[in-house]
């Protein structure tokens, strides 16, 4: 099942499917290692959603939220 970064809930993993986006939020996700193929967990969630923090590659990073959303996600079998 397919769905979007910023919709994933504290604890869940997926694998990177696509990134949408043009320009530099697209670049910027490149940059930081979000790439088709990477897996990535949900770690936590701001009290207002905005931003949201991960683990990919072995490291935490915090996300944006208009960054989360340009991120599609093929969600992990639990």
Do not use: Q
């Amino acid at each position: 099942m397919e769905k979007r970064l910023n919709e994933f809930i504290p604890g869940e993993k997926g694998v990177v499917k696509r990134i949408l986006g043009e320009g530099k939020i697209r670049r910027r996700l490149f940059d930081m290692g979000v790439t088709p193929g990477a897996d990535i967990v949900l770690r936590k969630l701001a009290p207002l959603g905005d931003p949201v923090e991960v683990n990919l590659r072995g490291y935490e990073l915090t996300l944006r939220k208009a960054e989360a959303e340009c991120v599609v996600m093929e969600v992990a079998d639990a």
